[in-house]
């Protein structure tokens, strides 16, 4: 996948950042800013399903699990937020 991103003059910016964290916003922004930056990855993105039908839980003792499409309102505006950051890093 790096040969790819690397053929189309675009890098990697391989992170976990925490999607909760006041400043997620600020690290989108720079990348969407930064042309050799090619995608974010928050973590600890979970399926809506493994919470409600019986899946496993968040793994690893992360403080912040974000089930998608969201739990609560606050969940699902972040999950709004990356989806229209991913749009834009698709450019």
Do not use: C, I, Q
């Not at 019986?54 to 969201?70: M, S």
């Amino acid at each position: 996948m790096a040969a790819g991103a690397a053929a189309h003059g675009k890098g990697f910016l391989v992170e976990e950042h925490a999607w909760s964290a006041p400043s997620a916003p600020a690290v989108e922004r720079a990348a969407v800013r930064t042309p050799t930056v090619h995608t974010t990855a928050p973590w600890s993105l979970h399926a809506d399903g493994d919470l409600h039908n019986g899946g496993p839980a968040a793994f690893g003792g992360h403080d912040a699990p974000l089930y998608v499409p969201g739990t609560s309102h606050r969940e699902r505006s972040v999950v709004s937020r990356l989806r229209e950051h991913a749009r834009v890093m698709a450019r």
